[in-house]
């Protein structure tokens, strides 16, 4: 068992055991790793599992595809602060979060070596990694094996710059960079990689507004805003930097977009979020960006097919409607999206407004 914390190095290489005497056994080999930072430090943790390379269980005569309850060689990588049971226990189904890899979960990926097994984004301050072997096969698979059985990098980000890195839901909030507050304890650091996890509440669609936005150089490479979306989390749904920073309008994003795709047949199920990433590699204190948003609500139709603004005022109100206030305002459009009254007339860009295709907005 080993740990790597963030205050020893920031980021590092770990891999199998190298000494291959420890698969000569006959019960079953665990090897847990613990990543840990403080908050004064860095908040998140990325692990990047580069490649697996487990053998098929030769007594196995039934082979099984579920990672979590078959007899199998497996990596599990869980966070401490949201399973279930004690940190001294790893999870035992996907139900609290966990991820779970073999050989049947990663058919490929060897043939592949520059695109990674996975990559998981801590939303705490611990993360843990545990191998595990049977031991009924590890010394005629593994001893003598001198391939390593997994590969992988760690990084500690999310520095005190970055500011508080999950964001619970409200109807409304703002991002700033930097977080000015860190500036009186921690040096400027030389480069910098902030992910902030806005959280939305279920059913809603949520507009992002950017405002203020101004980096070091025009340069991609120095410093960029990347915007994810659950539903495609491997590919950035908008780019900003240097070069194109006017182009920063986005339309809203709908409930759909906010949802992860595996909903989980497991049970677990995450809730909606909108993933803002910045890199920034260039004196990345000079940069600085304000980030708004707000969540929209949809209104009913008609038979007709027009918006059903009586629900604006009346009593009882729809399932897709939490609350008569929910919906105090239509936005311009024929979305049929609306924002709360409390929101209406506050000086603030809370509506997207469509005109001639693009995305504008109003201080409502």
Not at 258 to 286: D, H, K, M, N
Request: net charge neutral.
């Amino acid at each position: 068992d080993e740990q790597f914390a963030a205050w020893v190095k920031p980021s590092g290489y770990l891999r199998s055991p190298v000494n291959t005497l420890v698969y000569k056994r006959t019960t079953d080999l665990k090897c847990r790793y613990h990543f840990v930072t403080d908050r004064r430090l860095f908040a998140r943790v990325v692990l990047t599992v580069t490649t697996l390379n487990f053998k098929d269980h030769p007594l196995n005569m039934a082979p099984s595809s579920d990672c979590w309850e078959g007899r199998m060689d497996k990596v599990i990588i869980w966070e401490p602060s949201i399973h279930q049971n004690s940190s001294q226990h790893s999870p035992v189904s996907p139900s609290s979060g966990g991820h779970c890899l073999c050989r049947s979960t990663v058919t490929g990926t060897t043939m592949r070596p520059s695109r990674p097994v996975t990559v998981v984004t801590s939303a705490s301050e611990s993360l843990n990694l545990e191998l595990l072997v049977d031991g009924s096969h590890s010394a005629s698979s593994y001893f003598k094996h001198s391939g390593p059985l997994f590969e992988a990098r760690y990084e500690f980000i999310h520095g005190p710059l970055c500011g508080p890195a999950v964001i619970p839901a409200s109807t409304e909030g703002e991002l700033h960079f930097p977080h000015y507050e860190a500036l009186g304890f921690t040096e400027p650091p030389r480069s910098l990689r902030c992910i902030w996890e806005i959280k939305v509440n279920r059913d809603r669609d949520v507009w992002l507004h950017f405002d203020k936005v101004r980096f070091a150089t025009r340069d991609c490479q120095d410093g960029r805003l990347e915007v994810y979306l659950p539903s495609k989390p491997d590919h950035p749904f908008l780019t900003i930097c240097g070069h194109n920073v006017s182009a920063k309008e986005m339309p809203p994003l709908t409930s759909l977009d906010l949802t992860p795709s595996l909903e989980s047949s497991s049970g677990y199920s995450p809730s909606p979020s909108v993933t803002i990433q910045f890199i920034g590699s260039t004196t990345p204190a000079r940069a600085a960006f304000k980030i708004a948003w707000t969540e929209l609500f949809h209104l009913p139709r008609n038979p007709d097919g027009t918006l059903m603004t009586s629900k604006l005022t009346e009593d009882g109100v729809v399932n897709s409607l939490q609350s008569e206030a929910d919906c105090g305002f239509v936005c311009p459009g024929e979305s049929g999206l609306c924002i709360p009254s409390s929101l209406v007339c506050n000086g603030a860009a809370n509506s997207p407004r469509t005109v001639g295709g693009a995305i504008t907005h109003e201080a409502r």
